[in-house]
């Protein structure tokens, strides 16, 4: 834009775009080119224009990468496309299902746990899952990262009994290395948070994310650092992505990863197994496979508690211990994820 008064800028190169971000921007974000991009022109008829007008689709390009060609039962493509089953209004499916609200602790910040206070760093995702819990949250109203994290910080200096602290969101690693930067160097002062988690989706869905520039500042933090990721479906890690969860693991971080059981998308043993030994041979060590929060426009991806159980157990008998997620669900006001088994 022209001004009669132009104000000085920054020297451009301070706010040229690291390659991540110009890939983040580039995602796609109209249905109908993703799917003339895998070959499936004739699904936009059942394409919602009303879900997607409310939670948009948004896709990186290298995910769209790893669907199967012509595939309408891709479990990749699944999990990003808005269809019109999300219109269905389906009786006790609701906008906020895991109580988030009610568990506010000051702006951007969910304290539900014992010892654990979460911070929903920003509303930003590089991806849109049509499941997401957090898809009618008010994100861009509260945010932790707004106002230099000042509040967020003075909610855990202020609370002694909290020694991890999780970034979450939206995904934490969609904002920029040096706004982390600039919240774990407030950190620092708090020597009773002795451990940070990162909840991110990043790495899987764009490993690009996992540069040097975020390696180096991960690698300096004085904090332990657990990163738990989220792939749903083997396909979901391909040879860039094994690459950046080995980096991480490099830069000193536990890399966990959490799964949503998800129907049409990991319902079956086979995809089950065959994300816990991809993902043990990317380093990487499966913690939980979430039963579906109940969400408005969600449902056709619940898969019922018994059928969850019995997979489970399927599951259970066919891989060693450690590559067995815990399966559970989240209950508002229960004092942790709860296991299936235990709810009946
Ligand atoms: C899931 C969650 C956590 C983390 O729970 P863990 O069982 O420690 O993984 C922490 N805070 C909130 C608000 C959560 O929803
Ligand atoms: S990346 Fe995570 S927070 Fe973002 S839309 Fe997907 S599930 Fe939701």
Redesign the pocket.
């Known amino acids: 834009m022209i001004t009669a008064n132009p104000v000085p800028t920054q020297p451009a190169a301070a706010d040229a775009p690291t390659r991540w971000q110009r890939l983040w921007r580039d995602a796609v974000r109209d249905p109908r080119e993703l799917l003339e991009l895998v070959g499936l022109p004739a699904l936009a008829a059942r394409v919602s224009d009303t879900a997607a007008a409310q939670f948009p689709l948004r896709v990186p390009r290298g995910f769209v990468a790893r669907m199967r060609h012509g595939d309408p039962h891709d479990p990749l493509l699944r999990q990003v496309l808005p269809l019109d089953d999300e219109d269905r209004v389906v009786p006790g499916f609701v906008l906020d299902a ?1 109580g988030d609200r009610a ?1 506010r602790g000051g702006p951007g910040i ?4 014992e010892g ?3 911070l929903v760093a920003t509303g930003s995702c590089a991806i849109h899952c049509r499941y997401c819990f957090r898809r009618h949250f008010p994100y861009g109203e509260e945010t932790a990262a707004a106002g230099q994290w000042r509040e967020a910080l003075a909610y855990l200096a202020a609370d002694p009994g909290l020694d991890e602290v ?1 970034l979450s969101g939206g995904d934490p690693l969609s904002l920029a290395t040096p706004k982390l930067a600039e919240f774990t160097e407030g950190l620092a002062g708090l020597p009773h948070v002795r451990r940070l988690r990162l909840h991110t989706r990043l790495p899987v869905v764009l490993p690009e994310r996992v540069d040097d520039g975020l390696l180096a500042w991960l690698a300096d933090l004085p904090q332990q650092r657990v990163v738990v990721i989220h792939a749903n479906h083997p396909h979901e890690i391909d040879a860039g992505v094994a690459r950046a969860l080995g980096e991480l693991r490099r830069a000193g971080a536990t890399v966990l990863n959490q799964a949503v059981l998800l129907r049409g998308v990991n319902d079956d043993v086979a995809a089950l197994a065959g994300l816990s030994e991809r993902l043990f041979e990317a380093g990487v060590l499966p913690y ?1 496979l979430h039963q579906l929060d109940r969400v408005a426009g969600a449902a056709h991806f619940e898969v019922p508690d018994a059928e969850a159980l019995a997979l489970h157990a399927a599951l259970s008998a066919r891989l060693p211990g450690y590559l067995v997620p815990r399966l559970v669900r ?1 209950v508002a006001g229960a004092p ?2 709860l296991p299936v088994a235990s709810l009946g």
Not at 110 to 113: A, C, G, I, P
Request: avoid cysteine; charge should be positive; charged fraction near 30%.
């Open positions: 895991v568990a969910v304290h539900k746990y654990r206070a979460l999780l939980y989240e942790a994820k």
